[in-house]
């Protein structure tokens, strides 16, 4: 039985292409995860661009669809704020220029909607009498989110939280 790194080493450049073709047929990826796959898989220098050239060139492989696709999905499913998916981004590899189109194509108002609403379910689970600390535990929860102060503090006052 062969290991998964023996494997790696047989492939030749048109069946890293085709495996590459499908990992980012599966769901969005970065470039440098990719690059990260197929250094994985045993494919390194001039091979290695050539296959992340054609997957550009035949659009498996757009930094910029990658960039949005994961802002909406991380703000629309997990309710992270911009400066945690901006955080993730720049793990990704992503560049400022994209990073930026990313985070400003979130709408500002399901932003705020979404903001309130964590503030308001967190609020409601908090068993805090003193209004000070129980201001600030809901500042470092809706922080760790990744949501900014600014917004963080007009959506406790828009919901009388503070």
């Given at each position: 039985?062969?290991?998964?790194?023996?494997?790696?080493?047989?492939?030749?450049?048109?069946q890293a292409?085709?495996?590459?073709?499908?990992?980012?047929?599966?769901?969005e990826r970065?470039?440098?995860?990719?690059?990260?796959?197929?250094?994985?898989?045993?494919?390194?220098?001039?091979?290695?661009?050539?296959?992340?050239?054609?997957?550009?060139?035949?659009?498996?492989?757009n930094e910029?669809?990658?960039?949005?696709?994961?802002?909406?999905?991380?703000?629309?499913?997990?309710?992270?704020?911009?400066?945690?998916?901006?955080?993730?981004?720049?793990?990704?590899?992503?560049?400022?220029?994209?990073?930026?189109?990313?985070?400003?194509?979130?709408?500002?108002?399901?932003?705020?909607?979404?903001?309130?609403?964590?503030?308001?379910?967190?609020?409601?689970?908090?068993?805090?009498?003193?209004?000070?600390?129980?201001?600030?535990?809901?500042?470092?929860?809706?922080?760790?989110?990744?949501?900014?102060?600014?917004?963080?503090?007009?959506?406790?006052?828009?919901?009388?939280?503070?």
């Amino acid at each position: 039985m062969k290991s998964g790194k023996q494997e790696a080493a047989i492939l030749d450049k048109k069946q890293a292409l085709a495996k590459a073709e499908n990992f980012c047929v599966y769901q969005e990826r970065s470039q440098k995860e990719v690059r990260y796959k197929l250094v994985e898989w045993g494919i390194r220098g001039d091979e290695l661009e050539e296959i992340l050239s054609e997957l550009i060139m035949n659009n498996f492989l757009n930094e910029e669809r990658f960039a949005k696709s994961y802002a909406s999905g991380k703000f629309n499913v997990k309710k992270w704020g911009r400066a945690k998916i901006k955080q993730g981004l720049k793990l990704k590899g992503v560049t400022d220029k994209l990073l930026q189109k990313a985070l400003y194509s979130l709408d500002d108002d399901d932003y705020l909607e979404t903001l309130t609403a964590l503030a308001v379910k967190k609020a409601e689970t908090l068993n805090e009498s003193n209004p000070l600390k129980r201001k600030m535990k809901l500042m470092n929860y809706l922080q760790g989110r990744g949501f900014e102060t600014d917004l963080i503090l007009l959506a406790l006052k828009a919901s009388n939280l503070n």
